[in-house]
């Protein structure tokens, strides 16, 4: 199976620029730096991996199709809308209603249905299987992981002094595969998973992917049931560290960030400052850290009872 490479995602920034925004850093506490990916275009990472698949890819009369919690199937609809295209999405119950609402907003076609991922997943390809549609996966694919390393490429252009590592959001690995993938172990790549969704952590300690249950507040951005194949191997071969975190940490974590930036995250995006927060990561003394913001596709309700 062939492993995505710098120069893949130097393809794929070239070809995504026009489309998507450069988004900011900011830093935090000494030696911790955040990177404010959040702002992009749909409010999350996922536009890069959409963007980059539709425009490297022949699109058939049927348009595009795409399963996901919501963040991954609201870039493919904003990509699918640029381009003058058809796009259904798939999406759990479970799914954000700021999420659905985006996606509407964007002219797809929405299917609500199942109660997690896998079970947008499995209707999405039925969908493709019958109509001919073009398959946007959500994590799996090498012009989504290529489209997701070109946050790395950019990170590294923006952060003066070198980072020794970054905390990045785990829930299928595309994103974290990318990233992964670009510093190909030039920096420490550290994934984070809530305890009641660890895909990744469980395929790698098992040596290959398994079927993980999903239980999580963070289970509409990082549910994922199973890692992906490509992921997976991306992540064996470069040494990727996973660490947990509990859903406390990561709603304190948004009442974290609410409260000393002004910054609303879903609680997927607010994931990886979770574990430097918690203690789930422990970082060596001066040893610079960099922390992924990747979603702000937020329930406000729930936000607001989680500060």
Not at 13 to 39: C, D, M, W, Y
Not at 198 to 224: C, E, F, M, W, Y
Request: aromatic residues 6%.
């Amino acid at each position: 199976m062939p492993i995505t490479t710098p120069a893949d995602i130097d393809a794929a920034a070239t070809r995504i620029k026009p489309h998507v925004r450069v988004t900011p850093v900011l830093n935090g506490a000494p030696n911790v730096q955040f990177k404010l990916e959040f702002l992009q275009i749909g409010g999350s990472f996922k536009a890069r991996g959409a963007f980059n698949t539709l425009l490297s890819t022949a699109i058939p009369a049927a348009g595009v199709a795409a399963a996901s919690g919501g963040n991954h199937g609201l870039a493919v609809a904003i990509a699918a809308q640029s381009r003058g295209v058809a796009a259904t999405i798939f999406v759990p119950e479970i799914a954000a209603p700021a999420k659905i609402a985006g996606i509407r907003a964007a002219g797809a076609d929405i299917r609500v249905g199942g109660a997690r991922y896998n079970d947008a997943l499995a209707a999405c390809t039925e969908h493709v299987m019958r109509t001919g549609a073009l398959a946007v996966h959500a994590f799996d694919s090498p012009a989504t992981i290529a489209g997701q390393g070109t946050l790395a490429r950019e990170w590294e252009s923006q952060w003066g002094e070198p980072l020794d590592t970054v905390l990045v959001a785990v829930g299928g690995g595309g994103l974290i595969a990318g990233m992964a993938a670009w510093w190909s172990g030039r920096v420490k790549v550290v994934g984070v998973e809530p305890e009641g969704s660890r895909a990744l952590h469980a395929a790698l300690a098992a040596g290959q992917p398994v079927d993980v249950d999903v239980n999580s507040v963070a289970a509409d951005s990082l549910g994922a049931r199973r890692a992906g194949d490509r992921v997976f191997e991306i992540a064996r071969r470069y040494e990727t560290e996973i660490v947990l975190v509990s859903d406390a940490a990561i709603t304190g974590a948004q009442g974290d960030l609410w409260r000393r930036f002004r910054i609303a995250s879903e609680p997927g995006g607010a994931a990886a400052h979770a574990a430097l927060l918690s203690g789930a990561y422990k970082p060596a003394a001066h040893e610079r850290v960099g922390i992924l913001l990747c979603g702000a596709n937020v329930d406000l309700e729930k936000l607001a009872a989680a500060v």
